[in-house]
């Protein structure tokens, strides 16, 4: 079953920052983070697997909450390159399939 | 080092028509994907390969799409005949090791095809 991204879109201004909402109605084992420029391929940022500690990528970094089966993406001093589609991948077990959200649309202003 | 190669990057065809799309990985990564991305969604699984191996392809239409990896390499993906409903872009990815989402996924940049 699909995740649900929150919100579906977000304007910023630059140096502002977001926070994107990854939930799931299983148990997960880990939550795949991808960012996509229009016309663009997918670009990975992260993985957090159950269990695992937050991670981070520059000023973005992620949060697994195992129990609530979400996972939340923090952009932090938001960058005009940051805009584009934020996609989350949850997998239920290591054997079963990548499935990716909707996608949470981000625009970074000056 | 180059990245996964699609083509081609644009296809328009009219409805019946047969169409395929060609990929080719990183080199050494042995697992191949194939998604399909609707306008405004995420990307959705086709099919999966472990080297020659489609060890997923539960989603895939089969009695209009095929997928071939020979050698284990790279890959076709092909729809005959069209319909409109497959208007999409078909992305193409690729992974280090097999047995599962354990890494980073490698997009290409896609085929967009419009079926009219």
């Known amino acids: 079953q699909q995740p649900v991204q929150s919100p579906q879109a977000v304007i910023l201004r630059e140096g502002e920052d977001a926070v994107i909402n990854c939930s799931s109605s299983k148990a997960l084992y880990s939550v795949h983070w991808y960012r996509q420029k229009h016309g663009e391929a997918p670009v990975f940022l992260m993985i957090l697997l159950k269990g695992g500690e937050q991670k981070g990528h520059e000023k973005i970094s992620a949060s697994f909450n195992e129990k609530k089966q979400q996972s939340s993406l923090y952009l932090t001093a938001s960058q005009l390159s940051y805009s584009g589609t934020y996609f989350c991948?949850?997998?239920?077990?290591?054997?079963?399939?990548?499935?990716f959200g909707t996608g949470t649309r981000l625009q970074v202003t000056l | 080092e180059a990245g996964v190669v699609q083509s081609p990057r644009y296809k328009i065809i009219e409805k019946k028509q047969p169409v395929a799309f060609w990929c080719n990985p990183i080199?050494?990564?042995?697992?191949l994907y194939w998604y399909l991305q609707n306008l405004g969604q995420g990307p959705e699984l086709l099919i999966r390969y472990e080297n020659e191996e489609a060890v997923d392809d539960s989603q895939l239409p089969k009695d209009r799409f095929s997928a071939e990896r020979l050698k284990g390499v790279d890959s076709t993906l092909k729809i005959q005949p069209a319909e409109l409903g497959d208007s999409a872009v078909y992305l193409c990815?690729?992974?280090?090791?097999?047995?599962?989402?354990?890494?980073?996924?490698?997009f290409g940049e896609g085929s967009r095809l419009t079926v009219l």
């Open positions: 991948g949850t997998l239920a077990g290591t054997a079963s399939k990548l499935t």
């Open positions: 080199s050494g990564h042995n697992t």
């Open positions: 990815a690729s992974s280090s090791g097999t047995g599962g989402y354990t890494g980073e996924l490698f």
